[in-house]
C-alpha cells in the first residue's frame, strides 16, 4: 500500500478507497509523466551474440516489458456461483474467463442461455441473482 500511496502522490497513477474495505484501487495510470516517458528496460551485456540469440533476446524484452491486465476476483456475493463450478473466492479471473464461467454455469444449472439452441433469455436462479444484483435494488424496488 505504501508503493501505491508513493506512487499516486508523485502524480504516477490515480488512485481511488474503496469506503468499505479501505483497499486502494489504481483508477488511471499518467503515461506523460516524466518517469514514465524516461523508462527504458534494462539492457543485457554479453558478449558475442547470434542474430538469432539477440532476436530471441528482444522477444523476451517485449514480453517482460510493462503491462496492464484487468481481472476479476468474485465478491462474497458472487462466489457460490464460482465455487459451483469449481472456482474459488481468492483467485483472479480474466473477463474471457468469467464469461465463460457464468455461461457454464446458467448451462449446467438448466437456466437457459444455451448458444447452440439460439436461446437469448437466461432464468435467475436465487444464486445468480444474488451475484449480480445484491446490494443494487434498494428495499421494495423490482428489477
Not at 524516461?38 to 524484452?61: C, I, N
Amino acid at each position: 500500500a505504501n508503493l501505491v500511496q508513493a506512487t499516486a502522490s508523485a502524480g504516477i497513477i490515480n488512485v481511488q478507497t474503496d469506503k468499505k474495505k479501505k483497499e486502494l484501487h489504481i483508477v488511471s495510470i499518467n503515461w506523460d509523466h516524466e518517469s514514465l516517458q524516461k523508462f527504458t528496460p534494462l539492457q543485457s551485456t554479453v558478449g558475442s551474440e547470434s542474430a538469432a540469440e539477440v532476436a530471441a533476446a528482444d522477444k523476451e524484452r517485449e514480453k517482460s516489458s510493462l503491462q496492464l491486465l484487468e481481472v476479476f476476483k468474485p465478491s462474497h456475493d458472487s462466489t457460490p456461483v464460482f465455487e459451483a463450478m469449481g472456482g474459488g473466492k481468492s483467485v483472479f479471473y480474466s473477463r474471457e474467463e468469467v464469461h465463460e464461467l457464468v455461461h457454464l454455469y446458467t448451462r449446467q444449472a438448466g437456466l437457459g442461455g444455451a448458444e447452440d439452441e439460439g436461446c437469448s433469455h437466461v432464468t435467475l436462479d436465487p444464486c445468480l441473482c444474488d451475484a449480480l444484483y445484491k446490494g443494487l435494488l434498494k428495499r421494495g424496488e423490482v428489477w
